[in-house]
């Protein structure tokens, strides 16, 4: 079966830096645009950074650019999410996500509901 395994959360200082890391198995990694999303306690799941599935597109959500980068190695079947000068308002549970969305089309997908499969999260906690 598909599995997503988020791993990297923590507890970090304001200003500083995590990396997540999302292990897909189960599936075509290459034939999937990934995504990540974050939820904060209350409030509703949304949409932070997106990739094709070959990596040549991206987007961001407004809050995190310039701050995040979202990447992947195919060979690996993992997509990273690296984040940088994090704020306390980065606060949440993190989530991967795979669509399918096979090549040569490149997509990136930044609709919740349009994703496949969803790992468990893991959480980043910034303190001030």
């Known amino acids: 079966q598909v599995q997503l395994v988020e791993s990297g959360g923590g507890l970090v200082q304001a200003g500083g830096s995590l990396r997540l890391s999302c292990a897909a198995s189960g599936l075509t990694f290459s034939s999937y645009a990934m995504g990540w999303f974050r939820q904060a306690p209350g409030k509703e799941r949304e949409f932070v950074a997106a990739i094709s599935w070959n990596g040549d597109s991206t987007y961001y959500a407004d809050f995190v650019k310039g701050r995040f980068t979202i990447s992947r190695d195919n060979d690996k079947n993992t997509v990273f999410l690296q984040m940088n000068s994090l704020k306390p308002e980065d606060t949440a549970v993190y989530y991967c996500?795979?669509?399918?969305?096979?090549?040569?089309?490149?997509?990136?997908?930044?609709?919740?509901?349009?994703?496949?499969?969803w790992g468990q999260g893991t959480q980043v906690t910034v303190s001030s």
């Open positions: 996500a795979a669509d399918f969305s096979p090549g040569p089309r490149v997509v990136v997908v930044i609709t919740l509901y349009e994703y496949d499969y």
